[in-house]
């Protein structure tokens, strides 16, 4: 019953009966003020009216109020010329730049919504005016002491109206009710406002009304669109995501932020009102906040829904922006790079500094336009459009300048491998460069779609789901990515190594990626080789060879005498023997063949190294001595002739050879080997 009451008494408060006051101009609030009190046309209750009801809630107080302030008025003979108020419903005072109207030193009038009202400041010192239509004999400290009790009264009664909005009924059933009463009352009175705090999560009014506060200016300067027509009208309403909890997120952007059901109403969850400090924080660092007390936040003159200063503003945001850029680009370039040739860094400077220091001067200039952005006080769907693409563009600048930050560790690695002796990191480091590369790519990827309020966790379900379909379509780019993972597990051959496959390729190593293979042939052609292909194929790899062999066959004439022979080949051995790149275990310089037009002699050796252009060079070396050998011996190397032979000439002795008997032959057998029992020194193994 006590609460219909109240619910009543604060209808006819507000309305006031039927009839209606004007106070649309400040002329019009004064004559509504001041007529209402003349002799024969008391009315206390509109004259009341010129006292905001959120200043003063309780209507006997502002009658009380406007009656000291008209005895004010007559007894300092304070006379009101009503042509010399203005008359104007937007009338701006031209030093505050505000709708407010002085009309003398304790007088002011402000607009609120589209009335004009009494300002705050007036209304707070009427109680001081009391004190001074009746003056309390004593000294100066029985006056001090007077002032004081009326300034606690006067908190009082502000206290005593607070908790008599406190016990007003609102309507918090459902999160649309409880956002329109937050929405409708915020820039009226936060303390009414502050009734979407439960009193269990904040206790103190105060900072109720902090809180409240801090969220609107948060809001405006994030560019928070908050449409009515989408906040569920449900009492029993549950997010689908959180598990079917009472919670209502109130933007986006902003998942920290949200509602929750208490008992039967809804309110700012206790997880919110802590929050929203450390996010109003964020949004007015370093107390940029303070600015808005002089920034002319109203004007009279608007062009394209933006004021003239704003329009400056944007100006010299754009230009600082561009210009903290510049700066910062050059600054960083040129210490880093400095610093870099100092030490020995020539290349690193050179190619990799300028690419990384350019997104990162772009990142910072953003982050500063983002963080001045609130205070330019822009209307809230061209601050959601700034706020929004700055947001997205400080993570993908972000994201840039550490995808080719990448290219520094992997020249940082490289480094590293070239110090060790193993080609296996050699081909190790573009991979994990790739990769580190790749999982860049990737994080930068979802942190920009969060921004898009794309759920980046129902994707990756969606992914997981068409898994199957993935690998079937990509089952090529699966086989040749184990491929390479075979290739690193089993070191079949590396960066470097010279390879022959069962296909014919026929190259060096260049890389080893991770889908494909790439070859270098000796024609300087490039060969791509999937990875899958080269772990299924047989492998000759040349350059894991300890030895590189060496066989040829060195043909001399037959009119070499045996002897000679013997001393060549044993010159020969010793050129093996000498030589400091030759395997000196095994080795074969041997008589080989007697050939249709030469004598063959067997030359095999190796050459201890697994380049083919070391080889290259100690054969010449090998070849040339053999050379320089034979024509100090005087052996003369054969290559293809013929000889015709005249089995008769006219006066001339035949040709053809005669022959002893065998008998006589017989003796001379025997001599030869006898002589061969003997050791020869030409033929005993080096």
Not at 120 to 149: F, R, Y
Request: overall charge neutral; hydrophobic content about 40%; charged content about 25%.
């Amino acid at each position: 019953m006590r609460s219909f009451w109240l619910i009543v008494f604060t209808i006819v408060s507000f309305t006031g009966g039927a009839q209606t006051t004007r106070q649309s101009t400040p002329r019009e609030a004064i004559q509504t003020f001041y007529e209402n009190q003349l002799p024969g046309s008391e009315n206390l209750r509109h004259a009341s009216r010129v006292i905001y009801s959120r200043h003063i809630y309780s209507r006997s107080k502002r009658e009380r109020y406007v009656q000291l302030l008209k005895t004010y008025l007559d007894k300092k003979g304070i006379a009101i010329v009503y042509d010399s108020i203005p008359d104007e419903a937007d009338y701006i005072d031209s030093l505050t730049n505000k709708n407010i109207y002085q009309f003398n030193k304790v007088i002011a009038l402000e607009k609120f919504g589209n009335r004009w009202y009494f300002s705050k400041s007036t209304v707070e010192k009427i109680p001081d005016l009391e004190d001074q239509l009746n003056p309390q004999t004593g000294g100066p400290e029985e006056e001090h002491l007077t002032k004081k009790e009326a300034k606690e009264k006067e908190i009082m009664a502000r206290e005593a109206e607070l908790a008599e909005i406190a016990r007003m009924p609102v309507d918090l059933s459902t999160p649309y009710a409880t956002m329109k009463f937050y929405l409708d009352n915020i820039k009226e009175d936060p303390a009414i406002a502050a009734r979407i705090i439960a009193t269990q999560d904040v206790p103190h009014l105060n900072d109720r009304i902090d809180i409240v506060t801090k969220l609107s200016r948060f809001f405006d300067g994030k560019g928070v669109l908050i449409d009515l027509d989408r906040v569920p009208d449900d009492p029993d309403y549950s997010d689908s995501t959180k598990q079917g909890k009472h919670t209502y997120e109130i933007s986006y952007r902003f998942a920290e932020i949200y509602l929750e059901k208490k008992g039967k109403d809804w309110y700012l969850s206790k997880e919110s009102t802590e929050k929203i400090p450390e996010l109003y924080k964020i949004a007015f660092p370093f107390g940029s906040d303070k600015l808005l007390r002089y920034l002319p936040t109203e004007s009279r003159h608007e062009y394209f829904g933006l004021a003239a200063w704003q329009y400056v503003a944007i100006l010299i945001i754009v230009i600082l922006t561009y210009l903290v850029f510049r700066l910062l680009n050059w600054s960083i370039t040129f210490v880093t790079t400095r610093v870099l040739f100092r030490f020995g860094y020539k290349e690193l400077a050179r190619k990799f500094v300028n690419p990384i220091v350019r997104p990162i001067g772009l990142l910072i200039a953003f982050v500063l336009a983002e963080t001045a952005t609130p205070l330019l006080q822009l209307p809230v769907k061209i601050t959601a459009f700034i706020s929004i693409t700055v947001e997205l563009l400080i993570p993908l600048f972000a994201t840039i300048a550490v995808y080719r930050s990448m290219d520094i560790v992997g020249l940082y690695m490289r480094k590293l491998a070239d110090k060790t002796e193993s080609t296996f990191d050699d081909q190790l480091v573009p991979l994990i460069r790739k990769i580190l590369k790749t999982f860049v790519a990737i994080i930068g990827g979802i942190v920009v779609l969060q921004h898009l309020n794309v759920n980046v966790s129902l994707l990756l379900g969606g992914l997981s789901v068409g898994g199957l379909a993935l690998a079937l379509a990509a089952q090529d780019t699966i086989k040749n990515f184990f491929g390479s993972m075979m290739i690193f597990v089993d070191k079949p051959f590396q960066a470097g190594h010279w390879i022959t496959t069962t296909d014919g390729i026929d190259g060096t190593v260049e890389e080893v990626g991770l889908r494909s293979t790439r070859i270098r042939t000796f024609a300087n052609s490039l060969i791509t080789v999937p990875n899958g292909k080269l772990s299924d194929a047989a492998i000759n790899n040349h350059g894991l060879r300890a030895y590189r062999r060496f066989k040829t066959y060195i043909s001399v004439t037959y009119d070499t005498p045996p002897d000679v022979l013997d001393l060549f080949i044993e010159g020969l051995r010793k050129i093996v023997a000498e030589h400091p790149h030759t395997r000196k275990d095994y080795y074969h310089v041997y008589m080989y063949n007697m050939g249709p037009h030469s004598l063959d002699i067997l030359f095999y050796i190796f050459f201890i190294t697994p380049a083919w252009g070391d080889e290259l060079k100690y054969r010449h070396e090998v070849i040339i001595s053999i050379i320089k050998l034979a024509h100090t011996l005087g052996v003369n190397f054969a290559f293809p002739t013929q000889t015709l032979h005249m089995e008769t000439f006219p006066g001339q002795m035949p040709l053809s050879p005669t022959y002893e008997q065998a008998e006589k032959l017989e003796p001379k057998l025997h001599e030869f080997f006898a002589a061969r029992k003997q050791p020869d020194k030409g033929h005993k193994k080096k």
